[in-house]
């Protein structure tokens, strides 16, 4: 089973966010996210690839080594528009107010990137206690 999530990215008053589809649990997301997309260049690159099969700690394959969507390198982003072929208008990052990306149903958690950090989100727009995952607080 998938656990949806939005990854955004805070600008102002708006989130460029991009959907991914499978492992958005706190527990296995907010390390890769913490560890690998740490500041506001490194986040940026992330999202400007479109919404997500997965999100792994390394953003681009090894071009010498195949890499698709079905038959992806181990630890490897896997994006709709690059591994997929989707259409680029049917995946590229979405801006949303604070109050459209809550209304987003397809989102179990939502990551944003805000303050030089990530913080988590639930569905309703709550800030996570990232203790209960074991995850120690919010700060970097």
Not at 26 to 48: C, E, G, H, V, W
Not at 73 to 99: I, K, L, M, N
Not at 107 to 118: G, R
Request: hydrophobic share 30%.
């Amino acid at each position: 089973m998938s656990t949806n999530s939005g990854i955004a990215l805070r600008q102002g008053e708006t989130f460029q966010t991009i959907y991914c589809h499978w492992d958005g649990h706190p527990s296995t997301m907010l390390p890769i996210l913490r560890d690998n997309y740490n500041s506001f260049d490194k986040a940026l690159q992330l999202i400007s690839q479109g919404d997500a099969s997965s999100i792994g700690p390394k953003l681009s394959p090894d071009p010498s080594q195949p890499h698709t969507f079905m038959e992806y390198q181990p630890d490897v982003c896997v994006f709709y528009h690059r591994d997929r072929g989707d259409a680029w208008h049917e995946c590229w990052p979405q801006t949303y107010t604070w109050s459209e990306l809550f209304k987003n149903t397809s989102f179990e958690y939502v990551y944003i990137f805000e303050d030089d950090h990530w913080n988590v989100y639930n569905m309703n727009g709550k800030k996570l206690d990232l203790k209960i995952f074991g995850l120690g607080g919010t700060e970097k």
